[in-house]
């Protein structure tokens, strides 16, 4: 679901027509946008202040990193020069859609359509905005008009394919995923896709796709999150803890990365030293987190220190009296 909310975000970029307790980037020579694409901009803006595409790529900067007002300025800015600029318009219904404003979206991209009826882009965003909106058979209607217009389409096949994953068929959903990433190699997220569909068949193709997504993202921490829960599950602890590693690399005190090296550590390496030091760096940088504590005691149980183990679920049970996981393990050490 974390990668379904953040597509219509990301689909603007590019131009188509062409918790349990145990686990847990056009005009101007393609201006980089990197931490400092927006100073490059704001300097390309003072020089050519009647470009509505700069404004539109310092807008789309500026949302990606939630500075919503400054956005909105820019987007204003660029309709002011061009009020028919469809990539202004999709990246305002993006704005819109960070706002949660459904309605102020389907106008921009019914607006969008109008100035540009051959422009398939405005279209597939409809379609993600029906797909989140539960109305699939909308959806699939958006996706059909897209491809009417346009057969190489590689959003378009991705839609399709999140369609047929939401009525489970899995086959469908397979096949225009495949057309997704054939049509378009460097499209993360069919990749992504793919690689949860044989995660569900249980099939190794899946660390394969994962691979292939990590070439085309090396950057995205959600993928690299997503793959590290995948090698911990499927028999590649050390690998898991590799991506883990690099992750706290960048967020040095990330609980939940920090917690999972730990769960690691206990249950699929059983080296219990650090799994303990993994979770008193938790709960020092969280001390409510109680899994952290809950799995701290699991440590002391299986390294057979029952004293300790009982002393912290009854720590737990003292704040969370219903907390069952606790309460079965007082009574598996009590026996």
């Known amino acids: 679901m974390i990668l379904m909310s953040i597509l219509f975000l990301s689909s603007c970029s590019e131009n188509t027509n062409k918790e349990n307790t145990d686990n847990k980037v056009e005009t101007k020579e393609q201006i980089s946008v990197s931490k400092s694409g927006v100073d490059v901009l704001s ?22 990193e939630e500075r919503i007002s400054q956005s909105i300025k820019d987007i204003n800015s660029a309709l002011s020069i061009d009020k028919k600029n469809i990539d202004a318009l999709l990246v305002l219904a993006d704005i819109y859609y960070a706002l949660g404003d459904e309605n102020n979206i389907l106008l921009t991209l019914n607006k969008a359509c109008e100035y540009a009826p051959l422009d398939s882009r405005p279209i597939i965003k409809l379609s993600e905005l029906s797909f989140l909106q539960g109305n699939f058979r909308m959806a699939s209607a958006y996706v059909d008009k897209a491809l009417e217009l346009d057969k190489y389409n590689p959003k378009a096949y991705y839609m399709k394919g999140m369609i047929a994953m939401s009525a489970n068929d899995t086959i469908s959903a397979l096949n225009n995923f495949m057309t997704s990433r054939m049509q378009q190699a460097d499209f993360v997220d069919p990749l992504i896709q793919l690689a949860h569909i044989y995660m569900a068949k249980g099939d190794t193709l899946a660390k394969s796709f994962y691979k292939e997504a990590m ?10 999150y997503d793959y590290a829960m995948y090698l911990q599950e499927n028999g590649f602890p050390e690998e898991a803890l590799s991506c883990y590693d690099s ?41 409510t987190s109680v899994n952290a504590l809950f799995n701290k005691g699991r440590t002391f149980e299986q390294m ?21 996981l606790a309460i079965d393990a007082i009574n598996r050490i009590s026996e």
Do not use: H, W
């Open 247 to 287: 992750l706290l690399n960048i967020m040095p005190d990330n609980t939940d990365f920090i917690y999972n090296k730990g769960y690691v550590y206990l249950v699929y390496l059983g080296d219990n030293d650090e799994a303990l030091r993994c979770f008193d760096k938790v709960l020092q940088l969280d001390p």
């Open 215 to 224: 070439a085309v993202d090396p950057d995205n921490y959600y993928l690299i």
């Open 43 to 64: 300097e390309a803006i003072m020089t050519d202040s009647l470009n509505a595409d700069l404004y539109v790529q310092r807008a789309r900067l500026n949302l990606s």
């Open 304 to 324: 057979g220190d029952f004293i300790n183990a009982k002393s912290i679920y009854l720590q737990i049970l003292r704040n969370n009296p219903d907390y069952q």
